[in-house]
């Protein structure tokens, strides 16, 4: 990503945070842009849609239920086919150095910030050049939406094709942000519309002022905004990949809040009074994917025994060191539908050589993806990475380990043709387990965030059939079935599910794990 706005005092901006109710945050990498409809990064969540965009419906604050946003009010039709949101009145787009809206939100921001997504002759479909909306395409979202209409400014209605039970839900994530298309217009008007990923406008808390790629992003409070403004005047994103000088950025207080602790901290954090370390049982998994299109891992027999030869307790208590715990489903334990019956494939070394050269495959080499930045899921992938090698060597499989810059990582792991198996993970975004059955593992998410390329008629169905039912109990048996097909066809070695935690100094007040995994400073203080 090329810089986007020349920031020359990022040293300035840092020494400024001594005052009170500057916060800075000690994020662990650079976004892949700010315009969340076209990423699933966290990273890029956390720099965007959380601190910048609303959506019609939103979380509560550090919860998983759901509340209105833009939208005030809404109705379902008895049929679930039709939503109508009414809209706030009087919601105000930022006022910046690089746009000043003419008018409040209405309801044609809204049918612009979906149709966009979904209709690809549009001419805000690819203002950012390859364009690609993976997160709306891996929800089915093309042919689930058949239309959004504009009842009056206020009013939008959406028509769907069949039921969806997290409809709502999915409303609430970040690529259901809500943007402006006043601005997307100017934008267009002056032949710069790759300024939309670059400069983003919202009607969130903050508002964008300045970024300098790998150093720092900055923001200021919107005073505007339609709740109570943020506490915070100034929001400071003090990009540090390393986990380790994060840590030492928080004990000199140069931050107030970072992420991904080095587990191996964790105890010295504890003892540190000016430090709380807030934790929080994380909804997420940590995976290898294997690409199930290409052989030999395309026979999910190879892949059992791949998953056998992978010592996961050995790895969680290595990497994880006691904040995690050994995950046997695509889904965590603490989401409903979690199906406990299901018997993980044992660690037998001998039974998945046996295994491998029952299936016709010796002298396998092959690549193993290691992600280059910490993640709630995986700690520290390289090392994750260096185990599953060895465990492999122990079978008589060669494994090369390879890396990627984070963006570059995430883009070229989604590739039908790629080689290996990608480590990666996910950390829930709604709280419904079609949010990792479907996204992850869907046929529609092929070639976007299924990185097993992993499309199985029998699972596809059985997923598809619990979005379009309502009863929650019949919706848990159907998803309760589905993790066994995905255990049998093993497109995935499931790792770790684990434990979050979040170092803050303790002048942070009211600061919240995000049970989504995000990092949200609405509502958050400081004291002196």
Not at 365 to 382: D, E, F, G
């Amino acid at each position: 990503m090329r810089k986007l706005i020349p920031v020359t005092v990022a040293a300035m901006l840092l020494g400024s945070a001594a005052s009170a109710q500057n916060l800075v945050y000690c994020s662990e990498g650079s976004p892949e842009g700010f315009d969340p409809a076209l990423y699933t990064s966290g990273t890029t969540f956390d720099a965007s849609s959380r601190n910048v965009y609303d959506r019609l419906v939103q979380f509560k604050h550090g919860e998983t239920e759901i509340e209105p946003g833009l939208a005030e009010s809404w109705e379902v039709s008895e049929d679930g086919l039709e939503y109508t949101f009414k809209l706030r009145e009087g919601v105000k787009f930022h006022t910046t150095e690089f746009f000043t809206p003419t008018r409040d939100l209405n309801a044609d921001d809204v049918i612009f910030s979906f149709t966009r997504q979904g209709d690809a002759e549009s001419e805000y479909h690819a203002m950012t050049p390859a364009a690609s909306y993976e997160y709306f395409n891996s929800m089915s979202m093309p042919d689930l939406i058949t239309s959004i209409e504009k009842v009056d400014d206020l009013t939008v209605k959406f028509t769907l094709s069949r039921p969806e039970a997290p409809m709502l839900a999915n409303l609430a994530m970040s690529f259901a942000s809500i943007m402006s298309k006043e601005y997307a217009d100017q934008l267009i008007e002056a032949g710069t519309p790759e300024q939309f990923n670059q400069q983003p406008v919202g009607t969130g808390p903050f508002k964008f002022l300045a970024y300098q790629k790998d150093a720092v992003i900055r923001y200021t409070r919107n005073d505007e905004y339609w709740r109570e403004p943020a506490a915070i005047e100034n929001l400071i994103f003090a990009i540090t990949p390393d986990a380790s000088v994060r840590y030492q950025k928080l004990q000199a207080g140069e931050c107030h809040v970072m992420p991904y602790p080095n587990p191996a901290d964790l105890e010295a954090m504890r003892e540190n009074p000016d430090i709380n370390v807030v934790s929080r049982e994380g909804l997420n998994v940590g995976y290898m994917a294997y690409n199930t299109q290409m052989p030999p891992f395309d026979n999910p027999e190879v892949r059992k025994a791949l998953n056998m030869a992978i010592d996961k307790q050995a790895i969680v208590d290595a990497i994880f060191q006691g904040a995690g715990a050994v995950a046997k489903n695509p889904i965590p334990p603490t989401m409903w539908s979690y199906n406990d019956a299901i018997e993980d494939d044992p660690y037998d070394p001998e039974a998945a050589k046996a295994a491998l050269e029952g299936a016709g495959v010796t002298d396998l080499s092959m690549k193993i993806w290691a992600m280059p930045v910490q993640r709630p899921y995986n700690p520290n992938a390289r090392r994750m990475a260096e185990m599953i090698q060895a465990d492999f060597s122990e079978i008589g499989v060669n494994a090369e380990i390879v890396s990627y810059e984070w963006g570059e990582y995430l883009e070229r792991s989604k590739a039908e043709d790629r080689d290996g198996a990608v480590l990666l993970g996910w950390t829930g975004d709604n709280g419904d387990p079609d949010n990792f059955l479907a996204v992850l593992l869907g046929c529609d998410a092929v070639g976007d965030a299924n990185r097993a390329q992993w499309c199985n008629e029998d699972f596809d169905g059985i997923i598809k059939q619990a979005k379009e039912e309502s009863d929650q109990a019949e919706r848990t048996r159907l998803y309760e079935e589905a993790q066994v097909i995905f255990k049998d066809q093993a497109p995935w070695a499931t790792i770790a599910h684990s434990v979050v935690n979040e170092p803050i100094s303790t002048k942070v007040q009211g600061y919240k794990i995000d049970p989504f995994g995000g990092h949200v400073f609405y509502g958050v203080s400081l004291t002196e």
